[in-house]
Nanobody
Framework: QRHLVESGGGSVHTGGSLTLSCAAS???????MAWFRQGPNLEREGIAA???????IYADSVKGRFTISKDNAKRTLYLQMNTLKPEDSGMYFC?????????????????WGQGTQVTVSS
């Protein structure tokens, strides 16, 4: 059973925008949720997270450009990405877990989607 399903990836030029969605089978109201990305031959890095209280945390590389949000009624997590750069390219994953401290660490998350590809060309 797939708990999390991402969508919205695609190919854009530098400076473009995309909005990713993550449809959840559960509400995850007691869990933190986050977005991770993984470029070719790179480790999976946390870029944006939302704790169970709705507080948001961002990696420095995306701060001011990306926005994480959640619609509890739709059980959907979003990632609005603006001013995209080629280095933002990669597979983007949605995750949910009982994280309570290091919200951008992949080890804090139990459930993962299969990812959606984002490609930013110059």
């Amino acid at each position: 059973q797939r708990h999390l399903v991402e969508s919205g990836g695609g190919s854009v030029h530098t400076g473009g925008s995309l909005t990713l969605s993550c449809a959840a089978s559960l509400s995850y109201v007691d869990y933190a949720m986050a977005w991770f990305r993984q470029g070719p031959n790179l480790e999976r890095e946390g870029i944006a997270a939302r704790d169970r209280n709705g507080q948001t945390i961002y990696a420095d590389s995306v701060k001011g450009r990306f926005t994480i949000s959640k619609d509890n009624a739709k059980r959907t997590l979003y990632l609005q990405m603006n001013t995209l750069k080629p280095e933002d390219s990669g597979m983007y994953f949605c995750a949910a877990g009982p994280a309570d401290s290091d919200f951008l660490s992949r080890y804090e998350y139990l459930y993962w989607g299969q990812g959606t590809q984002v490609t930013v060309s110059s």
